[in-house]
Every structure is written in structure tokens, then in C-alpha cells.
């Protein structure tokens, strides 16, 4: 192959660097390789600018990305601490909705038992009681009376709670624990039944089996004295009605109450707790109008009427004869 060159050819073979060379003397493949390589030169240095505009574009657009996600994850934040706010406000909202629902089920006897024995043991001023039993429970659920009579006599002895009790007369006792018991012919299931072993087993351990129903009744009857006793003794006063009670009461301070309803021959027994403050004042002018009225039939208050008016008939002989 011949290759002509001219004979005043000029190279410009560097980047930003004007030579020239003349090619007189110059190997005409060597000018040739020269010439190449300069344009592989050129090409290489195009292709890093493109290749520099290129990553800087893209370093751009991650820039813009990672402030886009910032601005994302903040409002996220901002989001999430709206949202515990409003989560705070719904537990709130929920606590007072609770509250708000101030009469609740305690569920059939001995359920109830638990609150009521924590309601006298957080009272600090007044109980009143109005219950067939000072023993109520004592023979269904021994455990759970022992922690309630327990309570009651740490109120009365301890903090000097005034607790007032309405319970039946033991005429009215015996009738309705023989229609609780379903009478003599029913003893052999009674004496059968888990009640009773527990009874006579665990909490009253060592003592006599009854082995009849006017003994087991009798048994019954003497323990609930015994406990009547004991808390008389702590400074609780009781009254002792010849009617049954269509609801039993344990009124807190005026401020809270358990009650339930009794079942008569039956050992159901459905009960509530309260803070509904109509409920509150019905059961509270209820015990006191039943304590006044069981207050003026017992011999007590009549020995004391009886003095009264002897006093009051001497003070006129006395006023007549002056």
C-alpha cells in the first residue's frame, strides 16, 4: 500500500497542547500510530466526560431521593406522634368510658365476695350492711368469709369505721336456712356434698360431725353467734330485722356499694358493684329508713322508750305536785 503525505502536515496529537511536527523524517506508519493513538486519546477523554456527566446526574437524583425519603421519614414521625397522641386520647377516652359505666356485674355467688371485701377495706368513714347473716358466706365460702369478716373487724377496731349491720332476727334465720337447706329430707345429699366436707373438714377441723339435720342447723346456728359476738366486740353495731331483705347491702362511705339479689330457698345469688350516684342515694335512704324502723322495734330502743317515759311521767308529777 503507498501512502502519500504532504509535506507540510501538521499534528496536533495532545489535549490542549498544539505541536507540530513535521513529518519529514517520520516512519509513515509511526505518524500513522501517532495518529490513532491521538484519537483514542480523544475518545477515551469524551467518553470519561460523559461518563462524569453522567455519575454527577445520578448523584443529582440520589440527592433528591434521599431528600425525598427524608422528607418522607419526617412526616412519618410527625404521623407516628400524632398517632400515639390520638392513641393516648383513645385510652383516655376509653378509661372515662369506663368509668362512666358505674354499675357492673360481679356475677352469681361467691364471685362478688372478692369486691366486697375490698370495698370495706378501703372505707375510711361509714359501712352500712344490710345481709341475712353477720356469718354471711361463712358456710358456702369459708375462705373468702374469713378474708371479709377479717376486713370488717379491722375497719371497725383498727381505723374506727362506723359499720352498722341489718341482719335477720334468728326466728327469720332459721326459717329461711331451712328453706336454703330444703328441709330434713334433703340432709343425706347436703351431708354428701362438697359444702359440707370442706366445712367440717377443713375450716371447722376436729369438730363433730352433725349427724342429723336439727344438729347440723344447730351447728350452723352456733358458729354464726359466735361470729356475731366476735364483731360486737370490734365496735360494730347491729340491728336484727323480722323481714327479709329484697336486696342485699354493702354501702361504702356513701360513695360506692356491692348489692345483690337474694334468691330465697335458693343458693343463687346475682351480684353488683356501683358508683351511680341516684343508685347511691336510693340503697342509702333504704338502709336508713330500715335501721330507723328495726331501730325503734328492738328491745333496746324500747327498754330505752320505756325509760323516757317514765322519766317524762315523773318530770309532770313533779311539775303538778310543785
Known amino acids: 500500500m503507498l501512502l502519500l503525505w504532504p509535506q507540510n502536515f501538521v499534528l496536533v496529537f495532545s489535549v490542549g497542547t498544539e505541536s507540530t511536527v513535521p513529518l519529514e523524517g517520520i516512519h509513515p506508519y509511526i505518524a500513522l500510530v501517532a495518529v490513532l493513538l491521538g484519537m483514542v486519546a480523544v475518545g477515551i477523554a469524551y467518553k470519561q466526560f460523559s461518563d462524569s ?7 443529582r437524583d440520589i440527592t433528591q431521593n434521599a431528600m425525598s425519603l427524608t ?3 419526617q412526616g412519618v414521625a410527625r404521623r407516628s406522634e400524632e398517632l400515639v397522641g390520638k392513641t393516648g386520647d383513645v385510652i383516655s377516652r376509653t378509661e372515662l368510658v369506663a368509668n362512666a359505666i358505674s354499675t357492673k356485674y360481679l356475677g352469681v355467688f361467691p364471685l362478688g365476695f372478692p369486691v366486697i371485701a375490698e370495698l370495706i377495706g378501703n372505707a375510711s368513714r361509714t359501712v ?14 369459708p375462705e373468702q368469709f374469713s378474708i371479709y369478716l377479717g376486713r370488717v373487724r379491722e375497719a371497725a377496731s383498727d381505723r374506727k369505721v362506723i359499720i352498722r349491720m341489718l341482719v335477720y332476727s334468728p326466728r327469720l334465720k332459721e326459717k329461711v336456712r331451712d328453706e336454703g337447706f330444703r328441709g330434713a329430707e334433703h340432709f343425706e ?8 366436707q370442706r366445712y367440717f ?4 377441723r376436729g369438730a363433730r360431725k352433725p349427724g342429723n339435720y336439727a344438729d347440723f342447723l344447730r351447728t350452723l346456728a352456733l ?15 347491729i340491728l336484727r330485722s323480722e323481714e327479709a331483705f329484697q336486696v342485699f347491702l354493702w354501702l361504702v362511705d356513701d360513695e360506692e356499694a356491692a348489692f345483690s ?11 353488683f358493684h356501683t358508683r351511680d350516684a341516684s343508685l347511691l342515694r336510693t340503697f342509702s335512704q333504704l338502709f336508713r329508713r330500715t335501721w330507723a324502723n328495726n331501730e325503734l322495734r328492738s328491745p333496746e330502743a324500747a327498754r330505752g322508750f320505756k325509760d323516757a317515759a317514765e322519766e317524762s311521767d315523773d318530770n309532770l308529777e313533779n311539775t303538778g305536785s310543785g
Do not use: C
Open 223 to 237: 358458729s354464726e353467734q359466735s361470729y356475731e359476738a366476735e364483731v360486737q366486740n370490734s365496735g360494730v353495731k
Open 261 to 271: 339479689f337474694p334468691i330465697h330457698g335458693e343458693p343463687a345469688e346475682i351480684g
Open 71 to 73: 422528607t418522607r421519614v
Open 128 to 141: 352500712d350492711i344490710m345481709v341475712d347473716s353477720v356469718a354471711y358466706g361463712h358456710y358456702r365460702a
Open 53 to 59: 456527566r453522567q455519575l454527577i446526574k445520578e448523584a
Open 189 to 196: 345429699e347436703t351431708r354428701r356434698s362438697l359444702f359440707f
Open 201 to 204: 373438714e377443713e375450716w371447722h
